[in-house]
């Protein structure tokens, strides 16, 4: 059982950064695909960021590439995501979670993860 706590959200000007981190205990962190995902009020979980165990396989979604970045510290069982340029619609609750023990695959889909963190604020004022 993998447990999942996100912090470092806040409020933040746009054009400002902000780094969330999402700490994991239980299980075997280096062994598991971590994600990003984000939601706006109102709307369904959607997909930011993924990385890969060594962490040297990335994807993000089109609207945040070229200014946030996921990264992972498998020392410290720690998954980021490093946001710069940030923008009013960026605002929104951001959850990390982990893809099952062992599966390597990226995935796009929040129902293919597995564990979830309770997810940060992250406010953006224009």
């Known amino acids: 059982q993998v447990q999942l706590a996100e912090s470092g959200g806040g409020l933040v000007q746009a054009g400002g950064s902000l780094r969330i981190s999402c700490a994991a205990s239980g299980g075997t962190f280096r062994r598991h695909v971590m994600g990003w995902f984000r939601q706006f009020p109102g709307k369904e979980r959607e997909f930011v960021a993924v990385?890969?165990?060594?962490?040297?396989?990335?994807d993000l979604v089109d609207s945040v590439k070229g200014r946030f970045t996921i990264s992972r510290d498998n020392a410290k069982n720690t998954v980021y995501l490093q946001m710069n340029s940030l923008k009013p619609e960026d605002t929104a609750v951001y959850y990390c979670?982990?893809?099952?023990?062992?599966?390597?695959?990226?995935?796009?889909?929040?129902?293919?993860?597995?564990?979830w963190g309770r997810g940060t604020q992250v406010t953006v004022s224009s």
């Open positions: 990385i890969s165990w060594s962490g040297e396989g990335r």
């Open positions: 979670a982990a893809r099952p023990e062992g599966v390597l695959s990226f995935s796009t889909r929040r129902y293919e993860y597995e564990y």
